[in-house]
C-alpha cells in the first residue's frame, strides 16, 4: 500500500488539482491512500481573517473569507463540469462554510484567539479541499471519498506539545485501508487530527506531511510519497540558491536534520515514523512527475561530498549566561537547562565555552523575553554575588547548518566553512557539533544568512 500526500501548491487550483489528481488515476492499481493540504495561501488567509475578528476588523475579515470562498467555487466550476455535480459539492462546502461563519461570528464577539481557536480555525482549509479532490477523482473514473483524519489522528489534549497517540491511530487507520482495498480511494485532510475528547488539533505549520508519515507507519505502507512543486530535497533552498541541485538519495538522519535546520520541503517530525517502520519517503514534483525525484532511506550510496546540504532557520535568538564565578561551578549548565525545561521552552542548540565563562542557548524568537526572565530569576543570588554577570541576548540571528552523513571524519570541514565567511566577514557567533557529526551549526546575524548559506554552498561545490 502507498501513501500519497500533495502540497499547497499541487492543489492551488483547478489545473493544479487536476495534474495532481490524473497523477493518483495513474497508480490506481497500486490503491493509493491520498493526503492533501489545504490549497495554497488558505491556511494562512483563514489565520489573517482570525486575526482580523480579534481586532474587530469585521470588513477585513470578510474579505479574506470571501478569496477563500471563491477560490474554491472556482475550482469546482473549473474542475466539475456535470452541473448535477458541481451542486452536490457545493452542498458539502456549504455545510462547512455554515461552521466557519458560526466560528469567526464567535472569534470576533470574544475578540481572542486562543491556541485551540487557532487549530479550529485553521483546519478549515484541508476540510474544503477533499470534497472537490475526491469528487473529482470519481469523475476520472476512480472511485473516492473525503476523509476528515480528526476521526483517526489522535493527539494528546495540549496543542503547543503535541503529541500524537500511535496505537489509537493505528486501531483507527484500519478504516483506511479496507476502504482502499475495496477500490475506493481515501482523500484524507493532511494537517489536522483531534484530542480523544473530540476537540480539534493540528501538527503546526507544513504538517500535512506529517500526517502523511503518521498514516503510512500505522498502516506500514510500502512507500510515502511527498509530491510538491520542487524536484526533490535540493542543496539548498532554491530561493536563496538559485544553482541549488536536486539530491537523488538521502538518508533519514540526513533528511530529519535539515528539515529540523529549515529545510522546508519536508515538515521536520515527518521522518520519524517512517524510521519507525523503515518505510521509504519519495519526494516528487507534480509538475515534473517523469523527474525521478529524490529517496529518502536508511542508507544512502558511498558519498563523494562530506557536506550534502546547507541550510537556515531565522527567526531565533540567542541567550547567553555570562560571567568568571561560572568557572568550576558545578551545576551551571543542569540549572540552565532545567529553567528551559519548567517554562517549556525548546533549546534548538547550545554551547559552553571551555573556559566556562559562558553558557550560550539558541531558542525561538517568541520564547527570547521568557527564557531571559526565568534564568535571571534562577540565577539571582549568583548575580547578587557577581559570580555571574549577566544573562544576555541578541535577537535576530540565525542559524547555518551544514549536514551531511560524509561531514564525520573528514577534517577540515568547519575550517572551510569558517574561512569563507571571515573572508566575507560574516561574523560567527556560536557554533556547535552534534555527536552524531552529522551537522556542523554556525550562528550569525540573520541579515548575514543567505550570504552565509550562499558562500559555504560554493566553497564545498555542492552545485556541481
Ligand atoms: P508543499 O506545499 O508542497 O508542502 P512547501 O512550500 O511546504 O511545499 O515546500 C516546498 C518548498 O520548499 C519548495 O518550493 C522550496 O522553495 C522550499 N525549500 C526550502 N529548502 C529546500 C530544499 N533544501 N530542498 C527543496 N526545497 C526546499
Ligand atoms: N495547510 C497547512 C499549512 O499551510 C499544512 C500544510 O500545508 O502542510 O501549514
Ligand atoms: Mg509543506
Keep these: 500500500m502507498l501513501v500519497v500526500k500533495f502540497g499547497g501548491t499541487s492543489v492551488g487550483a483547478a489545473a493544479q488539482i487536476d495534474q495532481a489528481a490524473r497523477i493518483v488515476y495513474g497508480m490506481r ?16 488567509l483563514l489565520l489573517q481573517a482570525g486575526e482580523a475578528a480579534v481586532t474587530g476588523q469585521t470588513r477585513l475579515r ?41 466560528v469567526y461570528t464567535g472569534v470576533s464577539l470574544l475578540r481572542e484567539m486562543s491556541p485551540r481557536s487557532r487549530d479550529l480555525i485553521s ?34 489534549e495540549e496543542s503547543e506539545f503535541l503529541l500524537v497517540d500511535f ?43 506529517y500526517s502523511a508519515s503518521i498514516i503510512g507507519s500505522c498502516i506500514k505502507a510500502e512507500e510515502i510519497q511527498i509530491w510538491t512543486d520542487v524536484n526533490g530535497v535540493m542543496t539548498a533552498d532554491p530561493r536563496i540558491v538559485p544553482d541549488a541541485r536536486v539530491l537523488d538519495r538521502v538518508s533519514y538522519k540526513e533528511a530529519a536534520e535539515m528539515s529540523y535546520f529549515g529545510a522546508k520541503v519536508l515538515h521536520p517530525q515527518t521522518i520519524m515514523p517512517a524510521v519507525d517502520e523503515n518505510i521509504p519517503i519519495l519526494i516528487k514534483n507534480t509538475f515534473a512527475p517523469d523527474v ?25 535568538t540567542l541567550v547567553s ?13 543542569g540549572r540552565v537547562f532545567t529553567t528551559t525545561a519548567r517554562q517549556r521552552i525548546s533549546v534548538m542548540m547550545f554551547s559552553q565555552g571551555s573556559s566556562e565563562q559562558h553558557i550560550s542557548l539558541v531558542v525561538n524568537r517568541r520564547d527570547g523575553e521568557q527564557t531571559i526572565k526565568a534564568l535571571k530569576r534562577e540565577f539571582e543570588p549568583e548575580m547578587e554575588r557577581r559570580r555571574i554577570d549577566r544573562v544576555a541576548s541578541i535577537s535576530e540571528i540565525a542559524i547555518i547548518a551544514l549536514v551531511g552523513e560524509g561531514i564525520k571524519g573528514v577534517p577540515g570541514v568547519a575550517a572551510r566553512a569558517f574561512g569563507v565567511l571571515g573572508t566575507a566577514g560574516i561574523n560567527i557567533m556560536m557554533i556547535a557539533q552534534g555527536s552524531s557529526e552529522l551537522n556542523l551549526s ?23
Design 123 to 156: 483546519s478549515f482549509g484541508e476540510r474544503l479541499i477533499v470534497p472537490i479532490f475526491a469528487r473529482y477523482l470519481s469523475t476520472l473514473g476512480q472511485p473516492a471519498e473525503p476523509i476528515d483524519a480528526r476521526e483517526f489522528i489522535v493527539t494528546g
Design 292 to 316: 525521478p525525484g529524490t529517496l529518502i532511506s536508511v542508507e544512502t550510496p558511498a558519498l563523494q561530498y562530506s557536506v550534502k546540504t546547507v541550510t537556515s532557520i531565522t527567526g531565533m
Design 29 to 44: 492499481e497500486r490503491k493509493p491512500i491520498v493526503v492533501v493540504s489545504a490549497m495554497g495561501g488558505v491556511t494562512d
Design 321 to 333: 549566561v555570562e560571567g568568571r564565578g561560572m568557572i568550576g561551578v558545578p551545576g551551571v549548565a
Design 167 to 209: 496505537d489509537e491511530t493505528r486501531k483507527r487507520c484500519q478504516k483506511l485501508t479496507s476502504m482502499a482495498e475495496s477500490g475506493i480511494t481515501p482523500i484524507v485532510t493532511g494537517f489536522i487530527c483531534s484530542t480523544p475528547a473530540g476537540a480539534t488539533t493540528t501538527l503546526g505549520r507544513g504538517g500535512s506531511d
Design 442 to 464: 554556525i550562528v550569525v546575524r540573520e541579515k548575514d544568512a543567505p550570504r552565509a548559506v550562499q558562500l559555504i554552498h560554493e566553497a564545498f561545490e555542492l552545485a556541481r
Design 62 to 102: 470578510e474579505d479574506k473569507l470571501w478569496e477563500i470562498r471563491s477560490r474554491h467555487d472556482q475550482a469546482i466550476n473549473g474542475l466539475l463540469k456535470d452541473r448535477n455535480t458541481a451542486v452536490a459539492v457545493q452542498d458539502t462546502e456549504r455545510i462547512i462554510w455554515e461552521e466557519i461563519q458560526k
